[in-house]
């Protein structure tokens, strides 16, 4: 069992930034990949960035050059650093691993 609590969304304007965490814990040692995915009101959930735990990164287009991912494997911990960010980045993000799901943290970027 492994669980993923979600931290550091809230509320910027557009160009600001935001640094969200993911941390893990319980039968994480077997988790290679980690991926950020947000879902936006009536959209379908997607893919923001992944990273293995040799650090290999993937980015979707639309955050390349904005957005960064990095974990920290002496802490079970995944981070997304976003910065220029977009009102259409405006959703809930969620991390994942090995079919785990975090409860999501909300970004809501403003105008």
């Known amino acids: 069992q492994v669980q993923l609590v979600e931290s550091g969304g809230g509320l910027v304007q557009a160009g600001g930034s935001l640094r969200l965490s993911c941390a893990a814990s319980?039968?994480?040692?077997?988790?290679?990949?980690m991926g950020w995915y947000r879902q936006a009101p009536g959209k379908q959930r997607e893919l923001v960035a992944a990273?293995?735990?040799?650090?290999?990164?993937n980015y979707a287009d639309s955050v390349k050059g904005r957005f960064t991912i990095s974990r920290d494997n002496a802490k079970n911990t995944v981070y997304l650093q976003m910065n220029s960010l977009k009102p259409e980045d405006t959703a809930v993000y969620y991390c994942?691993?090995?079919?785990?799901w975090g409860q999501g943290t909300q970004v809501t970027v403003s105008s």
């Open positions: 994942s691993g090995n079919n785990y």
């Open positions: 319980g039968m994480v040692f077997n988790i290679l990949v």
């Open positions: 990273i293995t735990r040799g650090g290999n990164t």
